[in-house]
């Protein structure tokens, strides 16, 4: 019976023999698949027109690979991979912030998003649906004038 082998993504004991070039790229790409495949969740939730709150989930897809693909570009960088990897991961770490940072705008405006998402099933015809984005976008612009007050009360 062959003894297992240690896996190479795991902790290494205390005087264990360094990683090898192969052991360690092939722990940065099974990281840079695990960003990947997270950033395409998330895209692909956001991509979707589903119901209040799940765009919320895209948000904590993108900010879970923002934080794996951190992780992937340093062992992609400490494993010496060559090419356009180190640069893929980059861009990939722009659109997860991106689509994080709007996330969090939803998640901020809770309340607007919500009451848009009810209005919207409940709207029947086109122009229904238009009277749904004119009131979110008063009630949107309702918040940031009141947020600008806050702002001028607090300075």
């Given amino acids: 019976m062959p003894t297992p082998q240690p896996r190479p993504d795991r902790a290494r004991p205390p005087g264990a023999p ?8 092939t722990v940065a790409l099974r990281w840079v698949r695990r960003f ?24 904590v897809l993108c900010v879970t690979a ?41 998640a901020l405006l809770w309340r607007d998003y919500d009451a848009y998402s009810s ?11 238009d009277a749904c984005g004119a009131q979110l976008q008063h009630s949107l ?3 940031v004038r009141q947020m600008e007050q806050l702002m001028r009360q607090a300075s």
């Fill in 119 to 129: 209005c919207q099933r409940s709207a029947l015809t086109g122009q229904a649906r």
């Fill in 36 to 59: 990947g495949l997270l950033l395409l969740a998330g895209l692909a939730v956001g991509a979707f027109t589903l119901p209040w709150p799940w765009p919320l989930l895209s948000g």
């Fill in 141 to 143: 612009n309702e918040r």
């Fill in 66 to 106: 923002l934080a794996v693909g951190v992780v992937a570009l340093v062992k992609v960088r400490g494993a010496r991979i060559r090419g356009a990897l180190t640069g893929v991961v980059a861009l990939g770490l722009v659109v997860a912030g991106m689509l994080g940072f709007a996330s969090l705008g939803q």
């Fill in 18 to 25: 360094p990683e090898t070039a192969g052991e360690s790229r």
